[in-house]
T-cell receptor, first 111, second 117 residues
Framework: LAKTTQPISMDSYEGQEVNITCSHN???????ITWYQQFPSQGPRFIIQ???TKVTNEVASLFIPADRKSSTLSLPRVSLSDTAVYYC????????????FGSGTRLSIRP | GAVVSQHPSRVICKSGTSVKIECRSL??????MFWYRQFPKKSLMLMAT?????????EQGVEKDKFLINHASLTLSTLTVTSAHPEDSSFYIC?????????????FGEGSWLTVV
């Protein structure tokens, strides 16, 4: 099981771009990298998933270097509502693959 | 919309009673589901893997007789907290995996708050 390491917390301001980096040194060849957002008293919500290089959707971008040992979630122009905990997960090829959560990153956005 | 649904979202029960939490996959079949527990301001902790048609696999330190898991159909897994005590009060979350064109994507339920009084 690939272990992930992220900063415990980050602060930023409205309108700024926020980049959260995650390390996953023992990622396996068939593993994907997925990021989730969690608000208090809610289940984690899917943000973005990728295997390599860059993936972009309507809410975020995900950058994965060639060695895939790390990844960076980029949130453009954050707002107060982006204050949440963000988790980086390494997802295995099998639907039965277990997921072990790291600490996540508690992002606080200020006016 | 939600692809994994949990019920109830909140439940209060008395010490010594049992309470059941349901996790349903919507519009897809899930042979495997996972149950997590989360304490305030802490990360999710994997409790067990729920396998359709067979016994659940529990993580080390999780009492299988305390947390009964049943996965009787391809769209429903249930977690029953038996003889609940105040220390079982927590936020319980389930997840299921959806195969996509870009690998497997995990979806989580909304979570269920259990308070034992």
């Amino acid at each position: 099981l690939a272990k992930t390491t992220q900063p415990i917390s980050m602060d930023s301001y409205e309108g700024q771009e926020v980049n959260i980096t995650c390390s996953h040194n023992n990622i396996a060849t068939n593993d994907y990298i997925t990021w989730y957002q969690q608000f208090p008293s809610q289940g984690p919500r899917f943000i973005i998933q990728g295997y390599k290089t860059k993936v972009t959707n309507e809410v975020a971008s995900l950058f994965i270097p060639a060695d895939r040992k790390s990844s960076t979630l980029s949130l453009p122009r954050v707002s107060l509502s982006d204050t949440a905990v963000y988790y980086c997960l390494v997802v295995g090829y099998s639907s039965a693959s277990k997921i072990i959560f790291g600490s996540g990153t508690r992002l606080s956005i200020r006016p | 919309g939600a692809v994994v649904s949990q019920h109830p979202s909140r439940v209060i029960c008395k010490s010594g009673t049992s309470v059941k939490i349901e996790c349903r996959s919507l519009d897809f079949q899930a042979t495997t589901m996972f149950w997590y527990r989360q304490f305030p301001k802490k990360s999710l902790m994997l409790m067990a893997t729920s396998n359709e048609g067979s016994k659940a696999t529990y993580e080390q330190g999780v009492e299988k007789d305390k947390f009964l898991i049943n996965h009787a159909s391809l769209t429903l897994s249930t977690l029953t907290v038996t003889s609940a005590h105040p220390e079982d009060s927590s936020f319980y979350i389930c997840s299921a995996t959806v195969p996509t064109g870009t690998g497997n994507t995990i979806y989580f339920g909304e979570g269920s708050w259990l308070t034992v009084v």
